[in-house]
């Protein structure tokens, strides 16, 4: 599932250049062109990954225009890739000051997302979609905010909003799947990753979930026998899982080879995740609720702000819920 969301903001232009006669306009215009010569330069500094110096010119250009909403969000989005979510936040604070827009209250209901300020980043997700209600990415942002802060069915209502919103996106939302798997609507979470499979036929993540949603439905033997076929396999560990998935290997298979190859801590961290992530949805497929919950609790000992650790925290959630209320029944 890997459509990725575009995040940030498109600056569309430059402000206006003021002319004038007096001697006020005329620094007043060099202020301006001096600032736009600065922005420039910092976004070119973003492009060629250094957000450091990005932010010290989109400073330099505030300095020179302090009104200047473009440089604001330049320094924004330099911030965030220094870990400065704070400072970030509070330029775009500031840019929506200057000129709120749907598009503002996005990126900054972004922001507030990768912090885990779910209700902050729901407010600003919904002033975005009433400055801007035909806007299939308000609803598609709030949906994953939703279901990230557990509110699941809402989250089915807002992906089936964007949806209505610009219908042939409809195959893309495997987003909608998940929700859909944990409220309990299997067939309807197949069908969703069925649909995802039209456009993204390669991603085998997204294959193991419609077997899971199928298992659900039709038992666990069809749902294997009717897995997509994948050739070549990509993105490692999902070659491994495939074939555990499909009958063809073992979980200590997965486990034995899952960071083959991988590249630095982070690429280690990753594979480990998504390892332990799949093994724990083939144990809850196979009704090994204890052993589900211990690569459950492995993955999210792997904190990311990826969409599928949300996952992996909610079904272990539930997991221990049930266990909670069995040992309540038996007691």
Known sequence: MRIALGTGLCIAGLASVFAGSSNGSASAWNDEKAAQQLLMQAEQALQQRKPREAAELATKAIEQKADYLEAYVVRARARRQLGQMAEAIEDLTRAIELRPTGALYLTRGDFHSALDRHAEAIADFDRAIE????????????GR??????????????????IAVEPEHENEFWER?????????????????EDYHKVGPDDIEN???????????EGLSAAQKALFKYEPKQRPPFPLLYDLYAGKSKPEDVLEHATDGAIGEAGLRTRLFYAHLYLGMWFVANHDRE?????LEKAVALRSTDYMWYVARHQLRLLKREDRSKRGNDE
């Open 145 to 162: 905010e939703r279901f990230k802060a557990g509110e699941v069915e809402k989250s089915i209502a807002d992906f089936d909003r964007a």
């Open 291 to 295: 052993t589900a919950i211990a690569h």
């Open 131 to 142: 400055m801007e209600p035909k806007s299939m990415t308000g609803y598609r942002y709030r």
């Open 177 to 193: 799947g998940l929700s859909r798997y944990y409220v309990g609507q299997f067939a309807q979470a197949q069908k969703s990753f």
């Open 207 to 217: 294959g193991l979930w419609r077997m899971l949603s199928q298992a659900e439905v």
